[in-house]
T-cell receptor, first 115, second 113 residues
């Protein structure tokens, strides 16, 4: 079983729809959870991060973590064509020393928002 | 601030050639990382440097070497390139506290013929 599972899609939605992106994981030691957005031929950019269980909201984006189910979600409200990208979930796993962590990434979900 | 910068943006090599990918960050971060990204495989960690003066292997280190030149710069070297090293390479840095969130550069696309 992979440590982090993420449906690769592609996911296609009409403009204005609510988008739900999800990851499941198997390692109960994960504490920090992140979502990255990656536009085509660009580097991943950090979108949101949360610590442990709970919700975090930032504008149209909401991140949820359910540690009991080992399940994280990213919701995008009022989706826009500019949200079309690949979304990667990531989780802090191994402590590397000097305050740094290795991240375990999902393989990404490709989202297209159709005007 | 430029954040994380990488050079070159694109490179074509022949099998057996060597090259060094350069990475620099201006965020005063302690930790730096090199990843490769391949279709269907996601991001895989090659090497990382938790702090200046230290480097460690990640998930896929074979065929690569790294140098943490100073706090700002972290280079990745391919000594004898192979077609299996055709990939997109990303450098990242993190401040090494809290969530350990990493900030990525724009990537280097490498094609090995």
């Amino acid at each position: 079983q992979k440590e982090v599972e993420q449906d690769p899609g592609p996911l296609s939605v009409p403009e204005g729809a609510i988008v739900s992106l999800n990851c499941t994981y198997s390692n109960s030691a994960f504490q920090y959870f992140m979502w990255y957005r990656q536009y085509s031929r660009k580097g991943p950019e950090l979108l949101m991060y949360t610590y442990s269980s709970g919700n975090k909201e930032d504008g149209r984006f909401t991140a949820q973590v359910d540690k009991s189910s080992k399940y994280i979600s990213l919701f995008i409200r009022d989706s826009q064509p500019s949200d079309s990208a690949t979304y990667l979930c990531a989780m802090s796993s191994t402590y590397s020393g000097a305050g740094s962590y290795q991240l375990t990434f999902g393989k990404g979900t490709k989202l297209s928002v159709i005007p | 601030n430029a954040g994380v910068t990488q050079t070159p943006k694109f490179q074509v090599l022949k099998t057996g050639q060597s090259m060094t990918l350069q990475c620099a960050q201006d965020m005063n971060h302690n930790s730096m990382y090199w990843y490769r990204q391949d279709p269907g495989m996601g991001l895989r960690l090659i090497y990382y440097s938790a702090s200046e003066g230290t480097t460690d292997k990640g998930e896929v280190p074979n065929g690569y070497n790294v140098s943490r030149l100073n706090k700002r710069e972290f280079s990745l070297r391919l000594e004898s390139a192979a077609p299996s090293q055709t990939s997109v390479y990303f450098c990242a840095s993190s401040e090494g506290v809290g969530a350990g969130t990493q900030y990525f550069g724009p990537g280097t696309r490498l094609l090995v013929l």
